[in-house]
């Protein structure tokens, strides 16, 4: 157990549709970082937060939004969801910036129908 | 663009076999490395870091790796696998004044046979 949760576990919705990932980081972490894993695109850096700031991007699409709050749960909105948003989405956690130790949860598998 | 690269998609080996995955980079910069380990049904986790000093890393489980800046490469090794590496193998730079980037290669699946 890594200690970074993520909420839910499995998700089914249909095109266009908006969905709402939940992270809660390892207690003392600053950062989060989600992340996005296909067959095709393999691991795929989308965003991170530090301390509530926006800190890095990555290959996240505009129809996808993220946060931090001030208790340093993050949430991954997605929306106008495509068949090809189908993936699984991980959530890490690092006490500092991406180049510390990253903890990852257990991730949030999505399908879109 | 800078990016990641990992040769090798799935890996076949006999246990005792030794193990090389090749990881190589494409950014000029300063950077940080990473092999993380996916377990089957498991998170990932860090399997070894390298940041600065002594080119040669030794991880957990009895995994190294090199950096070689002039290659641009981070190759992970084990001398000798057991069946409880089956896993999936990723490499990770992070590009130090790149607004704190970090990018993942594709993996490689390594399937140990017992």
């Known amino acids: 157990d890594s200690g970074v949760t993520q909420t839910p576990k499995h998700l089914i919705t249909a095109t266009g549709q908006r969905v709402t990932l939940r992270c809660s980081p390892r207690?003392?972490?600053?950062?989060v970082y989600w992340y996005q894993q296909s067959l095709d695109q393999g691991l795929q850096f989308l965003i991170q937060?530090?301390?509530?700031?926006?800190?890095a991007k990555g290959n996240i699409l505009e129809r996808f939004s993220a946060q931090q709050f001030p208790d340093l749960h993050s949430e991954l909105n997605l929306s106008s969801l495509e068949l090809g948003d189908s993936a699984l989405y991980f959530c890490a956690s690092s006490v500092g910036g991406a180049g510390e130790t990253q903890y990852f949860g257990p991730g949030t598998r999505l399908l879109v129908l | 663009a800078q990016s990641v690269s990992q040769h090798n998609h799935h890996v076949i080996l006999s246990e005792a076999a030794s193990l090389e995955l090749g990881c190589n980079y494409s950014?000029?910069?300063?950077?940080?490395l990473f092999w993380y380990v996916q377990y089957p049904g498991q998170h990932l986790q860090l399997l070894l870091k390298y940041f600065s000093g002594d080119p040669l890393v030794k991880g957990i489980k009895g995994f190294e790796a090199e950096f070689i800046k002039s290659k641009f490469s981070f190759n992970l090794r084990k001398p000798s696998v057991q069946w409880s590496d089956t896993a999936e193998y990723f490499c990770a730079v992070n590009l130090m004044n790149r607004d704190d980037k970090i990018i993942f290669g594709k993996g490689t699946r390594l399937h140990i046979l017992p």
């Open positions: 950014y000029g910069g300063t950077v940080n």
């Open positions: 937060y530090y301390n509530g700031e926006e800190r």
């Open positions: 207690s003392g972490d600053l950062s």
